[in-house]
């Protein structure tokens, strides 16, 4: 989940009506102090603040705490999060994760170099997904099909394991290649109609996956646009366009600065989505 910003504060009262908005929709839960909340970056009051806010809004929902040490990863556990999405490491990972696990359940995260991802070689996937505490692996390369169906193969060898798309740009192929779960950015906007893209996917209804898919790719495919680290403001935007978060609570901090007409755009999307889906059912 992205964080309301009002300049470099903080809109409370937004993100508890986006929680509550969220809480209505049919989402297993949600994911904070991640990428995509800017969890590295907020102060310890504010991710406090983000975790409790989050878990009273789904207190029946699994809450997921983006985390880099295990010290973040007690605190996460202190809030209320039911598991931790593990920032990836170069040094020692296998330990890393193993320390995590010691506090909660891990999800590992394979996330693409340019946002702060390490490429972990698949002896290094192996001893992680070994690890009792490890639930499974939240995939995010961008837009590399062959490491996702790389690193699939070797989830498959875990049939306990979870293999998690965070794949923005082809939520529905990842879907196809053996993603059991969603994790993505763009669930903070639409989120109904991604799990109704999940679940015509079990369901084998082929017609309802199809149309879907095409509308999600197209809405991932601006939002996720370049700058991708843009990515984070386009995606409040979204939420505004939703009527999740008032207008004026759409800044990231620390993202880039994007064309003003980007938000038209974003806006247009989301609303054409919602027409779409509603005209095939």
């Given at each position: 989940?992205?964080?309301?910003?009002?300049?470099?504060?903080?809109?409370?009262?937004?993100?508890?009506?986006?929680?509550?908005?969220?809480?209505?929709?049919?989402?297993?839960?949600?994911?904070?102090?991640?990428?995509?909340?800017?969890?590295?970056?907020?102060?310890?009051?504010?991710?406090?603040?983000?975790?409790?806010?989050?878990?009273?809004?789904?207190?029946?929902?699994?809450?997921?705490?983006?985390?880099?040490?295990?010290?973040?990863?007690?605190?996460?556990?202190?809030?209320?999060?039911?598991?931790?999405?593990?920032?990836?490491?170069?040094?020692?990972?296998?330990?890393?994760?193993?320390?995590?696990?010691?506090?909660?359940?891990?999800?590992?995260?394979?996330?693409?170099?340019?946002?702060?991802?390490?490429?972990?070689?698949?002896?290094?996937?192996?001893?992680?997904?070994?690890?009792?505490?490890?639930?499974?692996?939240?995939?995010?390369t961008l837009d590399s099909v062959p490491t996702f169906q790389r690193i699939a193969a070797v989830v498959r060898d875990y049939p306990e394991k979870l293999?998690?798309?965070?794949?923005?740009?082809?939520?529905?192929?990842?879907?196809?290649?053996?993603?059991?779960?969603?994790?993505?950015?763009?669930?903070?906007?639409?989120?109904?109609?991604?799990?109704?893209?999940?679940?015509?996917?079990?369901?084998?209804?082929?017609?309802?996956?199809?149309?879907?898919?095409?509308?999600?790719?197209a809405f991932g495919a601006a939002a996720f646009a370049d700058p991708v680290e843009g990515y984070v403001r386009r995606m409040l935007w979204a939420a505004a366009a939703e009527g999740a978060i008032p207008d004026d609570a759409c800044d990231d901090p620390w993202g880039?600065?994007?064309?003003?007409?980007?938000?038209?755009?974003?806006?247009?999307?989301?609303?054409?989505?919602?027409?779409?889906?509603?005209?095939?059912?």
């Amino acid at each position: 989940m992205p964080v309301p910003f009002r300049g470099w504060t903080l809109a409370a009262e937004a993100q508890q009506a986006y929680a509550r908005w969220m809480g209505s929709h049919e989402v297993a839960g949600v994911a904070v102090w991640a990428h995509t909340g800017r969890g590295l970056r907020l102060s310890p009051e504010q991710r406090a603040v983000v975790l409790a806010t989050w878990r009273a809004a789904l207190p029946r929902g699994v809450v997921v705490a983006g985390v880099n040490s295990p010290a973040l990863a007690r605190d996460a556990r202190l809030g209320g999060a039911d598991a931790v999405l593990a920032f990836p490491r170069a040094d020692d990972p296998v330990a890393y994760h193993e320390a995590l696990g010691r506090e909660l359940p891990v999800i590992a995260f394979y996330l693409y170099d340019a946002a702060g991802g390490v490429p972990y070689d698949d002896d290094t996937l192996r001893r992680i997904l070994a690890l009792p505490a490890v639930a499974g692996i939240k995939v995010a390369t961008l837009d590399s099909v062959p490491t996702f169906q790389r690193i699939a193969a070797v989830v498959r060898d875990y049939p306990e394991k979870l293999l998690v798309t965070g794949e923005d740009r082809f939520l529905a192929a990842s879907i196809r290649m053996g993603a059991r779960a969603a994790l993505v950015g763009m669930g903070a906007a639409l989120p109904d109609l991604q799990a109704e893209l999940l679940r015509a996917f079990r369901d084998g209804a082929e017609t309802a996956f199809a149309r879907l898919a095409l509308l999600l790719d197209a809405f991932g495919a601006a939002a996720f646009a370049d700058p991708v680290e843009g990515y984070v403001r386009r995606m409040l935007w979204a939420a505004a366009a939703e009527g999740a978060i008032p207008d004026d609570a759409c800044d990231d901090p620390w993202g880039p600065t994007l064309d003003p007409r980007e938000r038209h755009a974003v806006g247009a999307l989301v609303h054409a989505a919602r027409a779409d889906a509603r005209g095939g059912r």
